[in-house]
């Protein structure tokens, strides 16, 4: 086990602590499960950083980095549905597309063949953890109902571009897949 892939290991413990701490009714609750959060969204970052640098790229990393994202959002997603901050609906879109785009990333990674990120996904990612955060956070900060509206506008404004990314995904990878 090499240091990039523990460091992604370590964001997925991160994640149902993340979760139980937003959900409960602890003092300070949002900021503390806010700094998890961006530690955790951070850490991907690191890894990845980690993994280039000191040659540490292997197939389970390949599989987990990616994983550990999709779990992040889908538990701040759930999290946020359920205190009633995030429509289901834009919870459901978000999750099934990243379900989805994983078993294709999994398939790829079995039969030893490359499945890389596209600009677009990086920047769904980032509306999402920007959106995420915000709607964790929103209630304690000044204005909070229109920094709830400006998390929920980049939140859709993620929803699109995961729809996007996906169909994207879709349409190139599944040509490589008529190719086998």
Known sequence: MNLA???TILRIVLVPIFVVILLTAMEN???IALIIFIVAAISDTIDGYVARKYNQVTDLGK??????????VAGALLA???LQTVETWVATVIIL??????????YFLVNDAVFSASWLAKKKTLFQIVSLGILIIYERLPYPDI???????LLYSATFLTVYSGVEYILKYSKTLKQK
Request: charged share 20%; net charge neutral.
């Open 63 to 72: 599989f987990l980095d990616p994983f550990a994202d999709k779990l992040l």
């Open 5 to 7: 892939n523990i460091v």
């Open 147 to 153: 920094m709830f509206t400006v998390g929920t506008v």
């Open 80 to 82: 946020l549905v359920h």
């Open 29 to 31: 609750k949002e900021i």
């Open 97 to 106: 597309r990243e379900i989805l785009i994983t078993g294709f990333r999994f």
